[in-house]
């Protein structure tokens, strides 16, 4: 998943700050699925996201906001068919970050999830669907964990500037499936590990 991401941070006394993540670079998107009719590969796609944070401490914030996901999955019949679904949905962390270190950082927290439908492509056809047709539910909740890191390089306006680099994973908790048979599964599970790099300026 390649993001594009906007975030504000808000600092608890005179002093303020806010963060633009401007470049992204790629994201490997895994599912859990207890049955799967011929092979599955995931590959990238492109999303984004703004967050909003409060810092409560000098080296902790609360974060959240909403991301924009975009998950495809390939997947390859035993007659040699290929189809493609890009699962597109909102979700929104409630994280706690801490920053030990300006260069280093850690967050965790829940998230929900909402779905918003799906591209579908099998073969040369391709249409748009509900994730109710795919045998999907259109919600889902779990835990959001982040490790990153920044390098301050320069400023702006007065106002440093920080290379940053995060590593986010998400673990869905429930199943998603809804009707067994159309998604040819009994339990589907996201797990996605999500790489974003780009600029943060402080104020």
């Known amino acids: 998943m390649i993001f594009l991401a906007l975030s504000f941070f808000l600092e608890s006394g005179s002093a303020h700050a806010w963060s633009l993540y401007t470049v992204g670079v790629g994201t490997t998107h895994g599912e859990s699925r207890d049955s799967v009719s011929g092979t599955e590969s995931s590959s990238m796609a492109p999303g984004g996201a703004v967050l909003f944070a409060f810092r409560m401490a000098p080296k902790l914030e609360f ?21 493609t679904e890009n699962k597109k949905a909102f979700t929104f962390p ?73 590593v986010a994973y998400t673990l869905g908790f429930g199943s998603l499936v809804a009707d067994s048979t159309l998604a040819g599964a009994t339990s589907i599970k996201y797990n996605d590990l999500h790489l974003l790099i780009g600029f943060r300026l402080d104020m």
């Open 63 to 83: 974060e959240t906001g909403v991301l924009y996901i975009n998950q495809r999955r390939i997947n390859t019949s035993p007659s040699g068919i290929v189809s």
């Open 94 to 166: 409630i994280l706690v970050r801490f920053r030990p270190k300006p260069w280093f950082h850690v967050g965790l927290g829940p998230y929900f999830s909402i779905g918003l439908g799906a591209d579908q492509t099998v073969g040369s056809q391709s249409q748009s669907v509900s994730l109710s047709a795919l045998g999907l539910k259109s919600s889902d909740l779990g835990l959001m964990g982040i490790l990153g890191l920044g390098y301050e390089f320069g400023d702006f306006l007065d106002k440093p500037v920080s290379i940053v680099f995060d």
